[in-house]
């Protein structure tokens, strides 16, 4: 039997395939090993970017995200709505990842531990992609990590454009179809957050 979450996700890319960029939400297991990136202590918020169903919301609070902490954004109003529905507990913005400032300024949050990314950022347009990431690492604290996963066979952002680093932190090939999750940071930060 077919889930709610994913008729409303293959709905939702029929009508645009290129903004949801797959035609399945990722793997639990894709969701888990980017989850395992993210540094569980501290206080400052983790951000999720295009929670779709929720699949990769639902490992940050497995693995120890703390609710209180957590803020998804989804510019999808059904998507939205279904994730509101789904975790009460958290707080979801229906916004855009392109203006992540302006998105998460009524929340008056100014920095992050970390952020997560679900965005299918290489079906997006080269100007869009560097607003996304340039309003990423203007809210990332010192060394906090920016996780992105790809289905490519190479990195989703420039790290040279963007004058940041990045590698392969796990690659998942039993996801439909294989991905890569990618951490990035600022060049020559460490990996150590507050």
């Known amino acids: 039997m077919i889930s709610r979450e994913y008729r409303l996700f293959l709905r939702r890319w029929l009508k645009n395939p290129m903004g949801i960029g797959a035609i399945a939400p990722s793997s639990r297991r894709l969701a888990d090993a980017m989850a395992s990136q993210v540094p569980v202590e501290g206080k400052l918020p983790v951000i999720e970017l295009g929670g779709g169903t ?3 919301t639902a490992a940050l609070l497995r693995a120890g995200i703390a609710a209180n902490r957590l803020v998804v954004v989804e510019r999808d109003p ?16 229906l ?36 607003e996304i990431v340039r309003g990423v690492f203007a809210l990332l ?43 990035y940071r600022q060049a020559g930060e460490s990996s150590r957050t507050k």
């Open 141 to 183: 604290a010192p060394g906090a990590p920016f996780i992105q996963f790809t289905y490519g066979p190479y990195s989703p952002i420039s790290r040279e454009r963007n004058g940041i680093s990045g590698a392969v932190a796990r690659r998942i090939a039993a996801n439909l179809p294989p991905a890569s999750v990618w951490v």
């Open 54 to 56: 929720g699949v990769i």
């Open 95 to 130: 916004g855009d990842a392109a203006h992540l400032g302006a998105a998460l300024r009524p929340l008056g949050i100014g920095q992050a531990a970390a952020i997560v990314s679900g965005l299918p950022l290489l079906a997006m347009p080269r100007p869009v992609q560097d």
């Open 78 to 93: 059904a998507l939205h709505r279904m994730l509101h529905e789904r975790y009460p507990q958290l707080r979801v913005v």
